[in-house]
């Protein structure tokens, strides 16, 4: 897997250097010491995290915490950083906003910013894959919620990543929409074995999608569970519901009481 590094070192305001690496051993993610200030605060404060080669990862936290300004870092979107952040060069990223150009047919969104000027069937490949070789020729505003984010996960995946980075891609679903669009990341992360990390405030999501959850506090990885379930999984599973409970304990978050119905 080809790599690369950015490392920055007490010197945020210059352009990070980025080297050609392998040393990853395999690794999808390796951060050391990563620190990110904005205005003298140190958001992302002497973070470590490895990721393997194929895991799924999903990354919890409170809002503000950090989630996303870790998320744009692993993607190479920011890189005003201290200390040294490895990813694979072929990563790809979909946010909870599409992110689609208006003005650009479906398939023409799906190629945007690929190198090597790709053929409409390398869009058709990846939009069949999302389900959506019907709207091939739509225009991105004719869509509906699913299906713009089924485009924009159709254009991370012709990049071919071997980490793919979302951030709250279902944040924006009705709750139908949602589960079925879980469902394909699942699917797809199971037959691309990328790594995956995924950002998210659901912790159910997180229970039925992630080999290990992160929850992220204080500028690090402040505590870490691992689901040791196959797939699919049922959120009834009494594992799956301790596992709630520790991770909404984290959180600090009361897991609400069963609902008590009286009858008079
Ligand atoms: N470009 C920026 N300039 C200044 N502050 C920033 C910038 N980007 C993020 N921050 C600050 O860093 C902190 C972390 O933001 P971030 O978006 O990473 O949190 P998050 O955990 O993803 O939050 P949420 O769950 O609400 O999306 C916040 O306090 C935010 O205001």
Redesign the pocket.
């Known amino acids: 897997m080809a790599t690369e590094l950015h490392r920055q070192v007490n010197s945020p305001e210059k352009e990070s250097g980025q080297e050609q690496e392998d040393g990853s051993g395999g690794a999808a993610v390796r951060v050391r010491s990563l620190t990110r200030s904005?205005?003298g605060r140190a958001?992302i404060d002497n973070l470590q995290l490895d990721v393997p080669a194929g895991e799924f990862v999903v990354l919890l936290?409170?809002?503000?915490?950090?989630?996303?300004?870790?998320l744009r870092v692993l993607a190479g979107l920011d890189r005003e950083i201290e200390g040294e952040v490895l990813v694979p060069r072929r990563k790809a990223v979909a946010f909870q906003a599409p992110r689609l150009m208006p003005w650009k047919r479906v398939w023409r969104n799906v190629l945007l910013g690929l190198p090597g000027r790709p053929g409409r069937a390398v869009a058709e490949r990846a939009l069949k894959e999302v389900g959506l070789d019907h709207r091939v020729d739509a225009w991105p505003k004719t869509l509906s919620g699913g299906e713009a984010q089924r485009a924009s996960l159709a254009r991370a995946l012709v990049r071919e990543p071997d980490l793919l980075l979302l951030d709250?891609p279902f944040g924006a679903l009705d709750a139908l929409t949602r589960i079925t669009a879980q469902q394909l990341v699942a699917e797809l992360w199971q037959r691309r074995g990328c790594a995956v990390l995924l950002?998210t405030?659901d912790v159910e999501e997180a229970l039925l999608l992630a080999d290990r959850v992160l929850v992220?506090d204080g500028g690090v990885i402040a505590h870490q569970v691992r689901v040791d379930r196959d797939r699919p999984r049922d959120i009834a599973d009494p594992l799956l519901a301790e596992l709630r409970t520790e991770l909404l304990d984290r959180l600090g978050v009361r897991a609400p009481e069963p609902a008590v119905h009286k009858v008079a």
């Open positions: 904005f205005d958001v936290g409170r809002s503000g915490c950090g989630k996303s300004t870790l709250e950002v405030h992220m």
